[in-house]
C-alpha cells in the first residue's frame, strides 16, 4: 500500500499569514508533485520536483514555493495566504507508471 | 478547446449496471492514458495506464483507448455502490505532466 501523508487534512486560516503545506512519503519515488483541484474541475499542476534539489513551476500560476531537501519530504509554501488560494492542494508521487496521491489539504483563507 | 474533456455528470445508474465513461482529447501527441478514481474527502487511486490502441482488463474494468478518435472509455462491469466515487481521466505524453480532465461524478443506487 501505498504511503504518502499530508498535513494538515483542514486548514482555515486568516488573510496574509504564512502557511506551509506538508507531504511525505515513505516510497523513495524521486518524482513528486502539487496539484491544486477546485469542485467539478480539472486537477491543475502546481510545482514538482525530480528529485532532491530539484524543483519547477507547473501550468498553474501560484504565489507558492517549494523545496526538496530530501526525498521523503516535498513541503508547499504560501507566504502570504489569500482568498483566492482558498483550494484542495494534493500531492503525488510517481515511479514509471506507478502514480499515488495523498488525500490532499483543504485550505480555506477568510 | 481545452486539451481534455469529460462530461462532468452525475450519473446514476442501478446496482449491477454497466457503466461507460468517456472522454475525448485534442492532442494526437498523447501517448500515455490514465483513469483515476477519487471517493469524497480522498485523494485519486490510479486504476487503469494504458499507452496503446484497443481493450485492456483489470476485473470488473476495462480501459479502451482509440487514438484515431481521440477517445478514451472506461467501462464498469456489475457496477457496485462502492463503485459510488468520480472517474477522473488524464492523459500525457510523458510520465510527468499529466494533463487532468474534470471527472465524471457516479452514483450506484442499490
Known amino acids: 500500500e501505498a504511503d504518502i501523508y499530508q498535513t494538515p487534512r483542514y486548514l482555515v486560516i486568516g488573510t496574509g499569514k504564512k502557511i506551509t503545506l506538508e507531504c511525505s512519503q515513505t516510497?523513495?519515488?524521486?518524482?513528486m508533485y502539487w496539484y491544486q483541484q477546485d469542485p467539478g474541475m480539472e486537477l491543475h499542476l502546481i510545482h514538482y520536483?525530480?528529485?532532491?534539489?530539484?524543483?519547477e513551476k507547473g501550468d498553474l500560476s501560484s504565489e507558492s514555493t517549494v523545496s526538496r531537501i530530501r526525498t521523503e519530504h516535498f513541503p508547499l509554501t504560501l507566504e502570504s495566504a489569500r482568498p483566492s488560494h482558498t483550494s484542495q492542494y494534493l500531492c503525488?508521487?510517481?515511479?514509471?507508471?506507478?502514480?499515488?496521491f495523498g488525500d490532499g489539504t483543504r485550505l480555506s483563507i477568510l | 478547446q481545452k486539451e481534455v474533456e469529460q462530461d462532468p455528470g452525475p450519473l446514476s445508474v442501478p446496482e449491477g449496471a454497466i457503466v461507460s465513461l468517456n472522454c475525448t482529447y485534442s492532442?494526437?501527441?498523447?501517448?500515455?492514458f490514465m483513469w483515476y478514481r477519487q471517493y469524497s474527502r480522498k485523494g485519486p487511486e490510479l486504476l487503469m495506464y494504458?499507452?496503446?490502441?484497443g481493450n485492456k482488463e483489470d476485473g470488473r474494468f476495462t480501459a479502451q483507448v482509440d487514438k484515431s478518435s481521440k477517445y478514451i472509455s472506461l467501462f464498469i462491469r456489475d457496477s457496485q455502490p462502492s463503485d459510488s466515487a468520480t472517474y477522473l481521466c488524464?492523459?500525457?505524453?510523458?510520465?510527468?505532466?499529466?494533463?487532468f480532465g474534470p471527472g465524471t461524478s457516479l452514483s450506484v443506487i442499490p
Open positions: 494504458t499507452y496503446s490502441s
Open positions: 503525488a508521487t510517481s515511479r514509471g507508471d506507478s502514480w499515488h
Open positions: 516510497m523513495g519515488h524521486d518524482k
Open positions: 492532442n494526437s501527441a498523447f501517448q500515455y
Open positions: 488524464a492523459i500525457t505524453t510523458s510520465y510527468d505532466k499529466v494533463i
Open positions: 520536483s525530480y528529485g532532491v534539489n530539484s524543483t
